[in-house]
């Protein structure tokens, strides 16, 4: 990677699908009995900026309330955006009411993460999938029903179980449905919620690999939500992390996973399940100290300062802004101060837990 | 994870399922059906409900056997020599007959119109200005559902028979004012489940997912929340019933429902007031029809809701404990 020397005038300009700037989406904390005031506000996403390319699949891992979900459902302008612009093939989505985002919806869908939750239990299987064409008015009647029939079949259920109800089915059955659903008005984009943590293992793989063979065939772009970085590496082209309602780095998929520069990115790729035993002992772990700070006063500067192993007075300061770090793609960017080196070990200390763990048991009676 | 596994695991699902042709889900409904038909107290109650009904249909018939009018006195027949009432089982009068000298079975019959009719409309009327006002309440939240929810607490404290009273001396008293009364203070009671329910629904992530096709709020509430809905609403409407039939009853008692000559069993119970027990086919026919009426709704309603919620244990709780080993 070093070698490359970006020239970032020489790349073509990418084929953006999907833009967002500065998206900000605050939950006001409200209090009173009567008279409700607000008292505070969760800053699940504080000024996100992507972009998704045609054709591409964009990753984007987190931990668990980093946001990524909330950033989801803004971009599917599920609820209204606090501020920030989202720009989908060209047309500027971020304000539009309901009804006027109504045409637009035709061309990005979601997945959810639920295969549960997420359909209607009291509706038919074949009522659920044929829903979005009848929301838009797209085919009634015989033909309604030969398209959702061919969906089953494209995404692999059994065009017969039409009119079963979602109870009928397992798991990845009902994630299939999901999936059909989403495609059903052909659309360019599919925002995927972490569409594989709630299955088993096992179907874990057979959906994505329905996902793959779906992108190939109707040349869909992703925008794919997970929190299972070994899915995330297997899917995507490009990945974003995200901290604390923020992109932290984003970066083409082997450039993330062979030279992560942020601290936080290094401590995520380091706390992934490794297979095979040897090395996941030989390898270094990097064990953050504290907790995720609360997104309803989130730290100042940097947000990561406050757990970070390289963190300096600069960072509690001034905010780093996502730029392209020393030796890197143009496509690598990184909200660092002071990002990783190459060769730089985080992990030289083992983390305090680990230490303690094992002096208890060298004292230990035998 | 080459496309190759691909394509055998994506194409895998079909041929795993069991022979096709003619396999299709059994509707929630099916099932409620299939278990209210081991439920005993269930088939008595529909039982009860059908003999009702049928009789209430067969009115005119049982009029045109009899001979005898509902409304209009039978001079000389339906009354002994000294103008007194006929006991059941005399003179052609199965029930007997009233101090008018008007057949009481012919009157139960044509009361049971009444009876059913006004429990029927009223719920009817009470279910669907319920549900849509409880959805609206729901699923907007906000001022709307402040507003809706007082405005369902007002009607549920309010003092309904007081209130009856000065509608009727204003409006006058007729079938249509007593259904809608009995409407208007019932809607509520399916007003404030159905709210609840919809506030708790339109968390749920199949309503994100059909915001996120597009749907409007109206397709949302009607088409996917509403559905989720039904178990309550019919069970609350299968116990609104019975209490309507009991609201027209008293309020005819009253005097301020169905007015006489028109037969209902509220005001066939008004006419025996005083009567004692010299006459106790006066008050004790049409109050057994009303018992079991009532009663007959009331016990299907709680069967519908046990066969709605197999997780309850009323019926089956008998059963179980059998099986357990002493």
């Known amino acids: 990677m070093l070698d490359v020397v970006p020239t970032p005038t020489s790349a073509p300009a990418p084929d953006v699908l999907l833009r967002a700037e500065e998206i900000v989406k605050h939950f006001p904390i409200k209090e009173g009995i009567f008279f409700k005031h607000e008292v505070g506000s969760v800053k699940a996403v504080d ?57 637009y919806r035709r061309g990005m869908q979601m997945i959810f993460q639920d295969p549960y939750g997420s359909l209607n239990s009291r509706r038919r299987v074949g009522s659920i999938i044929g829903d979005p064409l009848a929301i838009h008015h797209m085919a009634d009647g015989a033909e309604r029903k030969r398209k959702v029939q061919g969906l089953m079949e494209v995404v692999g259920l059994n065009p017969e179980h039409y009119n079963r109800f979602p109870a009928e089915f397992s798991g990845g059955q009902r994630q299939r449905i999901g999936v059909a659903r989403a495609l059903a008005l052909n659309p360019k984009l599919i925002v995927c919620d972490e569409p594989v943590s709630a299955l088993d293992v096992s179907i874990q793989a057979q959906i994505l690999n329905l996902l793959e063979d779906l992108q190939s065939e109707f040349g869909l772009t992703y925008l794919f939500i997970a929190h299972n970085l070994a899915v995330v590496q297997h899917v995507s082209d490009r990945v974003a992390v995200m901290y604390l309602g923020k992109v932290v780095e984003v970066a083409d998929v082997k450039d993330l996973y062979a030279t992560p520069r942020h601290p936080y990115t290094n401590a995520l790729l380091s706390a992934s399940v ?39 007075a600069l960072c509690s300061t001034e905010e780093p802004k996502l730029k392209s770090a ?35 048991l060298a004292e230990a009676p035998t | 994870m080459s496309l190759s596994t691909v394509q055998v695991a994506s194409n895998q699902a079909p041929p795993q399922e069991p022979a096709v042709g003619g396999i299709e889900g059994r509707s929630p409904l099916r099932l409620v059906l299939a278990r209210l038909r081991t439920d ?9 409900i059908v003999f009702v009904v049928a009789l209430a249909f067969v009115a005119p018939l049982i009029e045109s056997i009899t001979g005898h009018s509902a409304t209009i006195t039978n001079v000389d027949t339906g009354t002994d020599a000294n103008g007194q009432p006929l006991p059941p089982g005399t003179g052609g009068f199965i029930l007997g007959t009233d101090n008018l000298g008007r057949d009481i079975l012919v009157r139960i019959a044509y009361g049971a119109r009444i009876s059913l009719l006004v429990g029927v409309l009223a719920t009817a009327i009470a279910t669907i200005v319920g549900v849509v006002v409880g959805l609206f309440a729901g699923y907007f939240g906000g001022w709307l559902d402040s507003i809706l929810a007082r405005i369902m607490d007002v009607v549920l404290s309010f003092p309904y028979v007081l209130f009856a009273i000065v509608l009727v001396s204003v409006f006058g008293s007729s079938l249509p004012l007593t259904i809608l009364v009995i409407a208007f203070f019932s809607f509520a009671a399916i007003g404030r489940i159905v709210r609840g329910q919809a506030l708790s629904q339109r968390e749920k992530e199949y309503v994100e997912a059909a915001q996120s096709l597009g749907a409007g709020n109206l397709r949302i509430m009607f088409v996917d929340i509403l559905p989720n809905l039904v178990a309550p609403v019919i069970v609350l409407a299968t116990l609104l019933i019975p209490s309507a039939i009991i609201f027209e009853a008293t309020l005819s008692f009253l005097g301020l429902g169905v007015q006489p000559p028109t037969a209902s069993w509220g005001n066939m119970l008004s006419d025996a007031e005083g009567v004692g027990f010299q006459a106790w086919w006066f008050y004790i026919f049409p109050m057994l029809f009303l018992l079991a009426t009532t009663l007959a709704f009331n016990l299907l309603g709680d069967a519908v809701r046990d066969a709605l919620d197999p997780r309850t244990e009323r019926i089956f709780a008998g059963r179980r404990k059998k099986k357990k080993p002493a």
Request: include cysteine; glycine fraction near 10%.
């Open chain 2, 40 to 48: 005993r107290v269930a088939l008595a109650s529909v039982a009860v």
């Open chain 1, 274 to 312: 490794v297979a095979d035993p040897d090395k996941a002992r030989s390898r270094d772990r990097i064990i953050l100290s504290g907790d995720v700070p609360s997104p309803i006063n989130p730290p100042s500067g940097c947000r990561f300062h406050t757990r970070c192993p390289k963190a300096q």
């Open chain 1, 47 to 103: 000024g996100v900026t992507l972009e998704v390319r045609r054709g591409e699949t964009l990753g984007l891992v987190g931990e668990t309330g980093c946001g990524k979900s909330t950033l989801a459902r803004c971009v599917m302008r599920l609820f209204p955006l606090t501020s920030g612009r989202l720009t989908f093939d060209g047309a500027d989505l971020s304000t539009l009411s309901r009804s006027k985002m109504r045409p």
């Open chain 1, 326 to 360: 020393t030796g890197d793609a143009a496509s690598h960017l990184t909200a660092c101060h002071f990002p990783v080196a190459d060769g730089e070990k985080l992990a030289s200390d083992k983390a305090t837990i680990l230490q303690a763990v094992e002096g208890f």
